[in-house]
């Protein structure tokens, strides 16, 4: 059985679910920017996060008070010139998510998939890779990318003919997935 490998790549910043307390909109776009406030040594950097409806500032905070020195030159200057991958990186981060409450919403997050796509009817494995912890179901990935509809793939899974190793409905792309056709599926 051959093995293809795709790669997952996020094509623009999710937003997030959050009521706002001015305007009751229930979105915030991603500014794509980092706010950085020095004091002495010390440094505070968030992610500024706008309402979609009335462009009130919620600021998501990365760091407080750090020590400049704990930072790596590479990190510290992403801050300042807004890195799309550091954004990314903590946008993905559960930890960060959890510290300020923020919700992503999934339907937000565009995404583009290179790699080989298997033949109709060809057994193969696939293994998916993403630099960022992705929280959009696997089988929705699988569909788009195959050109099923989700309940195609639902059916693929319960002949047997695709594999994903767990509950379909519950896997998350997450780093990375993998499944398996058998010979003879088809769409
Ligand atoms: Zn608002």
Not at 118 to 132: F, I, L, N, S, T
Request: charged fraction near 20%; aromatic fraction near 10%; hydrophobic fraction near 40%.
């Amino acid at each position: 059985m051959q093995t293809l490998r795709w790669t997952l790549r996020v094509l623009s910043l999710p937003r997030f679910t959050k009521t706002c307390p001015h305007c009751g909109g229930q979105y915030y776009e991603n500014s794509g920017r980092f706010r950085v406030n020095a004091n002495g040594k010390r440094l505070d950097i968030w992610l500024v996060c706008r309402c979609e409806h009335c462009k009130s500032i919620w600021n998501l905070s990365v760091f407080e008070r750090i020590d400049r020195a704990a930072l790596c030159q590479a990190d510290y200057m992403g801050y300042l010139e807004n890195s799309e991958s550091l954004v990314l990186r903590h946008v993905f981060d559960p930890a960060f998510c959890a510290k300020n409450r923020a919700v992503l919403d999934p339907g937000s997050l565009d995404y583009a998939v290179s790699g080989v796509l298997p033949r109709a009817g060809d057994a193969a494995r696939v293994e998916a890779a993403c630099a960022y912890a992705l929280p959009i179901p696997a089988a929705g990935v699988i569909g788009r990318t195959l050109g099923l509809s989700l309940s195609g793939v639902r059916r693929l899974c319960e002949s047997g003919l695709l594999t994903l190793p767990g509950d379909p409905r519950k896997i998350k792309v997450n780093t990375g997935f993998s499944f398996t056709l058998q010979k003879g599926w088809h769409g």
